[in-house]
């Protein structure tokens, strides 16, 4: 007598009974290599997210710091811009001072050679005048290439910023009021600067 609980009800005569006993066993070998592999996958995936984390947090600390050497590198870029720029200006003002000095020192000379040809002139001794007409015009066209010229006064609307008052006298005429009548030292302006305020007698 077969025992019914081991043999499939289905199963034909000659055909080998199967028993139910190892199909559940093949099933759970199944679901657990399954069940392997998708763990193993899930590990995987832990794993990588937690590399790529790692990398991303590298990345991050990299372009700070480039982020602060750049920063670095643009402030002294800029503070020795700056200096340049500051070295430059002092040498050019230390030039000009330079420059300044010595035209100023020469200007007293400029006005002995103009005394000198208003009484030669005066004098009539033409021969003297052109010798010293020469050597004056040589010596001012010099230092007029170094920016030096003079202030035009006579005849022009008395101005603080260009002349400075000898003295002020009765003007002779109504259209001469407040204007410079005459002229006592010459002034000169050296690139854009007065360096000797002229001299005027203003009419009043």
Known sequence: ???????????????????????????????????????AEKHT???????????EDKIQEL?????????KYLRLF???????KRTAKERLDLLNIASEEVILSLLPVIDDFERALAVVEKNNNN?????????????????????????????????TDFHETFTII??????MKNKVIDEIQKGYILNGKVIRFARVVVGQ
């Open 170 to 175: 009765p003007a002779p005429s109504e259209d």
């Open 45 to 55: 995936l832990k794993k990588g997210a937690k590399a790529v984390k790692k990398y």
């Open 127 to 159: 021969t003297d005048y052109e010798g010293i007409k020469l050597i004056y015009n040589k010596l001012t066209n010099i230092l007029g290439k170094k920016g030096l010229s003079p202030i035009n006064s006579k005849g022009e609307i008395f101005d």
């Open 1 to 39: 007598m077969i025992d019914e609980k081991r043999v499939d009800p289905e199963h034909t005569e000659g055909e080998i009974p199967i028993e139910k006993g190892n199909k559940s066993s093949e099933n759970k070998k199944q679901d657990k290599s399954v069940g392997d592999s998708e763990n």
């Open 78 to 84: 800029s503070d020795f811009d700056n200096f340049r």
């Open 63 to 71: 372009e700070e710091k480039l982020k602060e050497i750049n920063g």
